[in-house]
T-cell receptor
Framework: EPEVTQTPSHQVTQMGQEVILRCVPISNHLYFYWYRQILGQKVEFLVSFYNNEISEKSEIFDDQFSVERPDGSNFTLKIRSTKLEDSAMYFC?????????????FGSGTRLTVV | AQKITQTQPGMFVQEKEAVTLDCTYDTSDQSYGLFWYKQPSSGEMIFLIY??????QNATEGRYSLNFQKARKSANLVISASQLGDSAMYFC????????????FGKGTMLLVSP
């Protein structure tokens, strides 16, 4: 079964450092997403991406965050200068379409710890 | 207002018994989709079951069924014959018809299955 692949599974970084989280969505999917889950809390939407541009973003997704699809397969989330409160599980997801009957396929997540 | 409400932070069930996890939602869209995801302690998000707003039958997938009551705006997950491996966090989520229709999650219910 096709899957969304995320690397690395764990990342520890020092406060103020830049991190790049990587994702390979399912190949025939057109819509890509990043979500985050702070430990013990709900899963929160960060950004959606379609046709090589951001289609929607939440208030969490400020200037410290950026997304990119540098080639035909990878989808990355960059945090420019990490803060302690960026520590969370980050999920990449992809979807074939935006219809209400299309769910997301999630990756296994990257656990980011900022120290 | 919360779009997805899961009122049970934790639930306990004995192995082989059935359990119902509650979910209520709030939307003004006529077309929407409701999803349940399972998150084991390893962290990944696993899709379980989907119910469309126009579906007349309740969705079923193996031991999972969705008790969909549209007038009450509830979409409760029923797990029959619970297994130890069902111990996990369960999230209800909704995808609406508006915009790029991102997936909105509830806060989750932690289910513990005891022998």
């Amino acid at each position: 079964e096709p899957e969304v692949t995320q690397t690395p599974s764990h990342q520890v970084t020092q406060m103020g450092q830049e991190v790049i989280l990587r994702c390979v969505p399912i190949s025939n999917h057109l819509y890509f997403y990043w979500y985050r889950q702070i430990l013990g809390q709900k899963v929160e939407f960060l950004v959606s991406f379609y046709n090589n541009e951001i289609s929607e973003k939440s208030e969490i997704f400020d200037d410290q965050f950026s997304v990119e699809r540098p080639d035909g397969s990878n989808f990355t989330l960059k945090i420019r200068s990490t803060k302690l409160e960026d520590s969370a599980m980050y999920f990449c997801a992809s979807s074939e379409a935006t219809g209400t009957n299309y769910g997301y396929t999630f990756g296994s997540g990257t656990r980011l710890t900022v120290v | 207002a919360q779009k997805i409400t899961q009122t049970q932070p934790g639930m306990f069930v004995q192995e082989k018994e059935a359990v119902t996890l509650d979910c209520t939602y709030d939307t003004s869209d006529q077309s929407y989709g409701l999803f349940w995801y399972k998150q084991p302690s390893s962290g990944e998000m696993i899709f379980l079951i989907y119910q469309g707003s126009y579906d007349e039958q309740n969705a079923t997938e193996g031991r999972y069924s969705l008790n969909f009551q549209k007038a009450r705006k509830s979409a409760n997950l029923v797990i029959s014959a619970s297994q130890l491996g069902d111990s996990a966090m369960y999230f209800c989520a909704m995808r609406e018809n508006s915009g790029y229709s991102t997936l909105t999650f509830g806060k989750g219910t932690m289910l513990l299955v005891s022998p």
